[in-house]
């Protein structure tokens, strides 16, 4: 018997800010695409149908702060067995490769992958293969390089990457920055930077951002935050974000602190994207993962729609990535579900500052074409992978702890 669906979602509460859909929607997909989206579609049109009865469903989540390039880099993670079980369908990793490196993520990361992977090329041709130092050499810093490597791969490389912070830029100022500035300009493509603690200072970053930028760790709690002391947002990022600044999240183990974003969302400065920065340490807390990472800002007081909205279409325009973000029909039927739970709950931001919550995301469900992704086993963390001493005693591993080492 032919039928007009392949799958069926039917009995969910449809959250779609992208394009404006929220209530009881079932999801019919057909041959990878979403074909329908409505009131109600009778099972026996499907081959397959998936009961999401008391769930929420939502696109498919794009995560646009991810470190992705495992094996090869301190930070990496794999996206498939994580996307399985948060919800994220679209990956964007952010600086991990650099010129030299980014051959082998496209053929080793990106072409194996289920889930949708894309990156931002590192201006440092080596990448983020260490913890950091990476423009510590000037000589690192190749545009020209960079530039033809972006030419070549424009699939795959949706911007450039240059994180500006002490360690990173060891003495060197602000040069790694304006020759991101200048690769960027030259390729016509977004520029995210990184910020947390200068040298640089905040004052020296500034000049360097334009409008469709993305400023990721936009809610740090080091030196660079853009609360100031007298709890005013800094004026020339406010006037930039106006203009068309993103800003970012980024969460990680050191760039979420509390009383930045309170102190923000109160003068009505919310994050324009809500991303994790997910990596070998930030996946063992207490970020976790990107429902936990919603799930602090549900907490804070802001709509589920709306924070759907900064994990679906609002990082898809920021990176200019058409046919997802959205169920809009003909688009690719990646797509996740979830539960919503009340409960007590105490979330933690990078410092390990407590908020207490009475609701948590929980996710039950990815497909991505229209399948559902498999629970797949996770890689043991690397040898390196300790938390912070104040994050250790908490959640995770300690420092010291090696594979088969008694936790």
């Known amino acids: 018997m032919a039928h007009t669906y392949d799958v069926v979602i039917s009995g969910g509460e ?19 695409k979403v074909a329908a989206v409505e009131p109600s579609i009778d099972s026996s049109e499907a081959a397959e149908t998936i009961d999401a009865s008391g769930q929420i ?10 470190h992705i390039y495992w094996g090869v880099t301190y930070w990496g993670i794999e996206p498939d067995p994580v996307a399985a079980r948060s919800g994220v369908t679209t990956w964007l990793d952010v600086g991990s490769s650099g010129a030299y490196s980014f051959p082998g993520f496209r053929e080793y990361i990106a072409k194996p992958a289920r889930s949708r992977v894309y990156a931002l090329l590192n201006l440092s041709s080596i990448g983020l293969i260490a913890p950091t130092w990476e423009f510590n050499n000037p000589n690192y810093a190749d545009v020209d390089l960079a530039e033809k490597i972006i030419d070549a791969n424009r699939d795959l490389i949706l911007g450039v990457k240059a994180r500006i912070d002490a360690n990173t830029t060891r003495g060197v100022g602000i040069v790694p920055l304006e020759k991101a500035r200048e690769l960027a300009d030259r390729v016509g493509l977004p520029l995210m930077t990184h910020i947390g603690s200068g040298p640089p200072t905040l004052d020296e970053v500034i000049p360097h951002l334009r409008p ?16 100031g002391q007298d709890r005013v947002v800094n004026a020339d990022i406010k006037k930039l974000h106006d203009a068309g600044l993103v800003l970012d999240i980024g969460h990680g183990t050191g760039s979420f602190n509390y009383d930045v974003a309170e102190g923000l969302m109160e003068q009505g400065i919310m994050p324009d994207v809500i991303s994790t920065d997910i990596h070998q340490m930030a996946i063992q807390g207490p970020m976790f993962d990107m429902p936990t990472t919603l799930s602090k800002f549900l907490n804070l007081g802001m709509s589920l729609s709306d924070v759907i909205e900064r994990a679906t279409i609002k990082p898809a325009k920021a990176i200019r990535l058409e046919g997802t973000g959205t169920l809009a ?5 990646d797509i996740a579900l979830f539960r919503l739970e009340d409960g007590d709950y105490t979330f933690y931001d990078a410092q390990m500052n407590p908020r207490e919550g009475g609701k948590r995301l929980i996710s039950t469900k ?24 104040h994050q250790a005693g908490k959640f995770g591993r300690p420092n010291n702890w090696r594979p088969g080492r008694p936790e």
């Open 212 to 227: 469709g930028d993305i400023l990721t760790h936009c809610f740090t709690g080091g030196d660079h935050r853009i609360l």
């Open 57 to 66: 469903v939502t696109p498919g989540l794009i995560d646009l702060h991810t």
């Open 366 to 389: 990815t497909l991505i074409d229209g399948e559902v992704l498999p629970e797949l086993p996770e890689r043991e963390l690397h040898l390196w992978a300790g938390l912070p001493e």
């Open 14 to 32: 449809v959250v779609d800010p992208g394009s404006g859909v929220n209530g009881k929607f079932d999801v019919g997909i057909k041959d990878g």
């Open 329 to 333: 029909i003909g688009n690719q039927a």
